[in-house]
Each structure stands twice: as structure tokens, then as C-alpha cells.
């Protein structure tokens, strides 16, 4: 399983935003082949049976840290849960335990998560539009085509937030503005 960008005439097993979607990956002799869903109806695979069973296995694959995950500084110097793999990082954001995992690794319940790219998941606590927004510039540096997308991770599942630029720029009552704020600044 992989993140990986939208693809002409290629439907992804899950769609967060235009740009970004989930796609099964088949390693064989080394090589790696995306599948998307009009790849499993052809061969006559059921879509949900291979989605969860490759949820499963990626769940195992991080149980047995062939991913690597560890908590590490952030924005603002904020502790966050980083998980690095060639092309199984960004998969995590649909870890069955994703959630749980982050929430006892953190040590709070209010979660997001952002995915530059599919080597690269960073999960951090959500401290508010500024943070967001700083940690989408963190997450985008040193590849400006990096994905610029924020995610809300829950018990149920990952939610794209597709305001949190906009919500950014202007002050929420009891927030200071992005500009003003003391120490806003990236890591």
C-alpha cells in the first residue's frame, strides 16, 4: 500500500484530495507495481477484501518495525511521531492503530498529520491554525512539490482539512494572527 498521486483514468483505493490517494503496491523480483482498483476488478479481486487485507499487513509491517517510527521534534520544536520507509511512510495515515499509536506516543488526543511525500508521515498534536500551517511549510521543504495537505487523525480514521491555510491566516478568537504570533516560526 502506498500514497501516491492522482493518476489520468486511474481510480485510488481511497481519494483524500485531488492530488493524493491510496494505491496497493505488488513487489515482485524487486520491482514495484502500482495497482489501483480498475487493476483488482480486472483481475477479478474484490477492492475492500484487498484494501483491508493490505491495511492488515501494513499494520504487521509496522508492528514489526520495518517502518521506522520515532518521536522526534517538529515545528516550534513540538514532539512528533515520524514514521520513514521508502514507499510504505505515508501508508501509515491509514493504520488501523494510527490513532491510538500517535495519542500514547504524544501524549494528546487531538491529532494531525501531514504527508510530504510517500517515504514521510509526521504526526503532531494539533495546536491550531498557526502550527498547521508551519508544520505544511516544514513538511514541504526541501521538495516544493511535496504534498501540502493536513489531515485530522481520529479513532475512526484520517479527515483532509481543507481550510487550514485559509483558517491560518486570520486570527481565532483567543489566537493570536500567524504574523504576530511570538515563536511562530519552523523548526
Request: net charge neutral; aromatic share 6%; with cysteine.
Amino acid at each position: 500500500m502506498t500514497a501516491s498521486r492522482a493518476k489520468p483514468n486511474r481510480t485510488p483505493f481511497i481519494a483524500f484530495a485531488d492530488t493524493l490517494g491510496v494505491a496497493l503496491v505488488e513487489l515482485c523480483d524487486g520491482v514495484e507495481r502500482m495497482l489501483f482498483r480498475e487493476d483488482l476488478e480486472a483481475a477479478g479481486l474484490d477492492v475492500v477484501e484487498a484494501y483491508l487485507d493490505a491495511c492488515m499487513r501494513l499494520h504487521r509491517v509496522v508492528r514489526a518495525r520495518l517502518v521506522h517510527a520515532v518521536v522526534t521534534p517538529g515545528p516550534w520544536g513540538v514532539p512528533c511521531l515520524s514514521f520513514h520507509h521508502g514507499f510504505l511512510a505515508a501508508s501509515c495515515l491509514v493504520l488501523p492503530d494510527l490513532f491510538e499509536r500517535a495519542a500514547r506516543a504524544l501524549g494528546c488526543e487531538s491529532l494531525i498529520a501531514a504527508t510530504p511525500r510517500r517515504d514521510a508521515l509526521l504526526v503532531a498534536p494539533d495546536l491550531g491554525a498557526p502550527f498547521r500551517l508551519a508544520l505544511r511549510d516544514v513538511m514541504r521543504r526541501p521538495h516544493e512539490t511535496a504534498s501540502a495537505a493536513i489531515f485530522r487523525v481520529e479513532p475512526s480514521g484520517p479527515r483532509i482539512l481543507h481550510d487550514f491555510v485559509k483558517s491560518a491566516l486570520h486570527a481565532h478568537p483567543g489566537e493570536p494572527a500567524l504574523a504576530h504570533r511570538e515563536g511562530a516560526r519552523s523548526a
